[in-house]
């Protein structure tokens, strides 16, 4: 057979007390040893509270909502670290691959062919920075505007075709 539980609440809301005020408890929070009386009112609130403390735990983190741009090459008067520093003072997510959600790609002298082919696939808008001052005044435009085409990549010749090691 099932028990029902009962509770009696004589006390006065912990929370109201704290406050001057004097309220009749409706019900008990324990956390650990510590016994906490609460009115309907106090109950309500804490009751949200936990709620969305514990569907905040089991929920996917919400993703960044800030504008992402690929710095690729070498931008002139910036190294790379400072590049994505500038860039990302102006609000941007700067990231290392260009994918669909990727809003501009800054191409500097001798880009990285493999985002630039990324960029070409997914028509990503271009940032032409290998002319002089081009980055510098995007940044003190404060925005990254597109402009210019994907430029023309190579690929990388890593090693030369191997040789028999024959004495002549």
Not at 20 to 34: H, K, L, N
Not at 99 to 123: F, M, Q, W, Y
């Amino acid at each position: 057979m099932a028990r029902k539980e009962i509770r009696i609440v004589d006390d006065s809301c912990d929370a109201c007390i704290e406050i001057g005020q004097d309220e009749r408890a409706v019900d008990v929070i324990r956390v650990g040893a510590m016994v906490y009386h609460l009115c309907q009112t106090h109950h309500e609130k804490f009751a949200t509270y936990f709620a969305d403390l514990f569907k905040k735990a089991h929920q996917e983190p919400e993703p960044d909502p800030r504008p992402t741009v690929v710095i690729t090459g070498n931008i002139r008067g910036y190294t790379a670290e400072e590049a994505r520093e500038a860039a990302g003072r102006l609000g941007y997510r700067v990231t290392g691959h260009v994918d669909a959600d990727t809003e501009l790609i800054i191409c500097g002298t001798r880009p990285a062919s493999h985002k630039v082919r990324e960029a070409e696939e997914h028509g990503t808008p271009v940032l032409d920075a290998t002319g002089p001052r081009t980055f510098g005044r995007c940044i003190a435009a404060g925005k990254f505007t597109p402009s210019g085409a994907l430029p023309k990549t190579q690929r990388k010749i890593t090693t030369a075709p191997a040789r028999s090691a024959q004495a002549v």
